[in-house]
């Protein structure tokens, strides 16, 4: 059974580039969805004037949410009109969407629940794309690998992927990030339900048009990045290695917190009262604060090693009951 493939398309101050998006979409799509977020610019005013594609739909937001907002709306349109798959593409042409065939196949063949592009597979394809959007999506991608634990998936911060309905089923969305922080926030949620992500390479696109409307102020925005990502491995580490399961990496990881931390605060506490005793500290006593920190990192390294082994490799949607999801042969 041939899936239903739907696009979302979140617009904001995209006037005269979301057109031309639409017009590069194959008929593998069943639907499309544009989102007005509260365009200023009479974004979705100017898809519906201009576009006569009887799949396009319109919807609005009367002020501007975030690219989260947005999506989310478009996704709960999508799957409400009988979606099996909704792909996120962004309305400022910085996506090709010749490429959406290529990024719904591994869900459509039952290898993943969710695909996303990766811009960084082919290191040519790294020129393309400007050199402080390449330094900050680097991080981004570094970071989100322990919030998320999807320690083999890359270039987190991009915006282009697909979803399957029954694995967004599963999803809390009312606590999904509603801004720039929608994409890694998501990852995160996708990690604790143990979701199938794969990546799929895609060449980037940055033309000058679409740079010119991008409102994304990486650095600006990196505070908020790093605040969210902490909280969230936090978050994961918490439920993953206590509420959801105890396992050999939840004693890794419990030892090398008690046995690091122990080491540290009493070879802290140990230094500062003999300095200020003036006293000598005897070799011994070093030992005593430096053997737990070392057996500490080892077991830290032990638990990262359980981590990385640990990601999941068994799509959900397969299982989750017979449906517009079960794409059998």
Known sequence: MTPSVYVVLP????LGLTVEVIAGIGPEVAGIVVVDDGCPDGTGDHVSAAVTDPRVVVLRHESNQGVGAATLTGFAHAFARGADIAVKLDGDGQMHPGDIARLVRPIALGQADV????????PAWLERMPADRRLANLLLSFSSKPSSGYW???DASNGFFAI????FAMLPVERLARGYYFETDLWFRLGLVRAVIVDVPIAPRYSEAAAATSQVRLWRLAPVFVGNVLRNGFKRLFYRYLLQDFSAGSLYLALAVVLTGFGGVFGLA???HNAVQGVVTTPGTVMLAALPVFLGLQFLFAFLAFDISAQPTRPL?????????DFGA
């Open 11 to 14: 617009c904001y101050r995209t």
């Open 115 to 122: 695909a996303k592009g990766n811009r960084f597979f082919n």
């Open 152 to 154: 083999a998936m890359f």
């Open 164 to 167: 399957h309905r029954a694995v």
């Open 270 to 272: 140990t230094w500062i």
């Open 317 to 325: 949607h397969p299982d989750l009951g017979p449906g517009p999801g």
